[in-house]
């Protein structure tokens, strides 16, 4: 089940709310009725030294009459509503008013008997709510005598019956303040999280780029919104790559099926001798040619992009696929009058995919080839660096000048367009150079001077 977030937020803040009013309410009440007793407790103490006092004068004026003198205390105390009585030993000699309750009889025996002189003891119930008592034990003249003041419980339970009745009216006030106040805060807090969601439900593949707005919002949602619009910027570029790919893979797919149906068209136009046929053939065999390694290209290099190209890794001797790569493009180096040269100190192995090394290699060998003028050189050399392989291939060709050198790793990148459109290049061979090396955990980098050669450094990790 989903429970709503502002629900929850609420629900917390009402719970939060009560026990700190709960807890509040209880020490609060606690406290008062401590002091409230105390305060009590100390009125009686005085009020039984009063009224020893007053007993011992009138028992030294009526020289000795203890049921005079204690009579006469007791009316002199029976000013307030309190209960003054007086014992010998534990036996009742006289009271200010008439009392016959067992539990004070008790605590008169208890003062009597007990090591303490004072007791201090509530006694319930009495009148209607009970009664706090204290009791003196003294002796004049060898004679104990024991002293008791009971003072109603009603003004005190009277004081702290009105807070209870505070406390219970406040508490379903202060709930419902803290309700309130609770859900505004949440609406407050997480409206900002209501406006992003609805401007994320506008944001389409085509306005990726507009963004999360939340205004001047809180950091932490800031900062949700902050990596929400990253995300976003992320996902467009990559939708700009896939468009972009797209758009120029259609374009490069076009001109090569543009030169089949013109060739086509011509050849079939009216009767032609044979050997016009075959050229037209060998122009239509060489761009079927063309299409089938671009197409092979575009299907790498989207695998690639989707990670379903699985290597098939195994161990070879990386100077031996060097020499077979030299080998192959020997052919047409020897045509442009190119020098190959293929340096490697002895055997290396290295574990990897073969076929896609091979692949790296020779786009090297075949861009430096093309890119490299009749007479000039190109070498390849494989040396081993901090436990690595390092691979160079370098050439004396135009060189690439440094705003190019910035994107000649990016796909359909074509230096100097129209050249090397003559000179059959999609643009892709270098992508596919560095997506095989980091695919073998390996970088390309690239030194350039143009007009003196280009060198390739591939590192792989061994
Ligand atoms: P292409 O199929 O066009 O050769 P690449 O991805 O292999 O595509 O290369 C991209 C661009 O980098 C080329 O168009 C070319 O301008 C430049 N380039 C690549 N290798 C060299 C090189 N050895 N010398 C000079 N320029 C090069």
Redesign the pocket.
């Known amino acids: 089940m989903t429970k709503s977030f502002r629900q929850q937020l609420t629900a917390w803040y009402l719970l939060l709310f009560t026990l700190l009013f709960l807890s509040f309410s209880v020490f609060l009440y606690g406290l008062l009725s401590r002091a409230l007793y105390q305060r009590l407790d100390l009125t009686l103490s005085s009020e039984v030294s009063t009224a020893v006092e007053i007993f011992r004068g009138e028992l030294a004026e009526l020289h000795g009459d203890v049921p005079a003198a204690a009579a006469e205390a007791m009316s002199e105390m029976g000013i307030r509503d309190v209960l003054v009585a007086v014992f010998e030993g534990s036996k009742p000699i006289a009271s200010n008013a008439p009392f016959d309750r067992p539990d004070l009889l008790a605590i008169a025996a208890q003062a009597s008997a007990s090591d303490r002189p004072e007791i201090v003891a509530t006694i319930r119930p009495f009148g209607k709510v009970g009664s706090r008592v204290a009791a003196r034990r003294f002796a004049i003249e060898g004679r104990q005598y024991v002293l008791l003041v009971a003072e109603s419980l009603h003004s005190i339970e009277g004081d702290l019956w009105i807070v209870r009745r505070v406390l219970y009216l406040a508490l379903p006030l202060v709930l419902l303040v803290a309700g309130l106040g609770g859900f505004l805060l949440a609406t407050k807090s997480l409206a900002p999280l209501r406006w992003m969601a609805e401007q994320a439900r506008n944001i389409t593949d085509k306005n990726l780029e507009a963004g999360l707005d939340i205004g001047p919002a809180h950091e932490e949602l800031r900062v949700l919104s902050d990596s929400f619009n990253e995300l976003l910027s992320r996902l467009h570029q990559s939708f700009e790559t896939m468009r972009r790919f797209v758009a120029d893979a259609s374009h490069e797919l076009r001109t090569p099926l543009a030169v089949i149906r013109g060739e086509a068209d011509v050849a079939l136009d009216h009767d032609r001798r044979p050997a016009e046929y075959k050229e037209s053939l060998a122009i239509i065999q060489d761009e079927a040619r063309r299409l089938t390694r671009l197409i092979d290209d575009l299907l790498n290099l989207a695998r690639a992009d989707a990670g379903h190209m699985n290597l098939s890794v195994e161990e070879f001797y990386m100077n031996d696929l060097l020499v077979e790569c030299c080998r192959t493009v020997q052919r047409a180096a020897v045509a442009k009058n190119i020098g190959v040269e293929c340096q490697s100190p002895g055997d290396m192995a290295y574990r990897g995919d073969q076929e896609l090394l091979r692949r790296l290699v020779l786009?090297l060998l075949d861009?430096?080839i093309?890119?490299t003028p009749p007479g000039g050189k190109v070498s390849v050399r494989l040396e081993a660096a901090n436990g690595d392989l390092r691979l160079q291939v370098s050439?004396t060709?135009?060189?690439?000048p440094p705003d190019?050198a910035r994107h000649?790793f990016e796909r359909f990148?074509?230096?100097?367009q129209a050249r090397?459109r003559q000179n059959g290049?999609?643009?892709?061979?270098?992508?596919i150079v560095r997506w095989i090396a980091e695919s073998h955990n390996g970088t390309v980098e690239l030194s350039s001077e143009p007009g003196a050669g280009?060198t390739f450094t591939v590192l792989l990790e061994r």
């Open positions: 786009n861009n430096a093309r890119y050439d060709g135009i060189g690439i190019a000649i990148y074509r230096g100097d090397s290049g999609f643009g892709l061979g270098l992508s280009t």
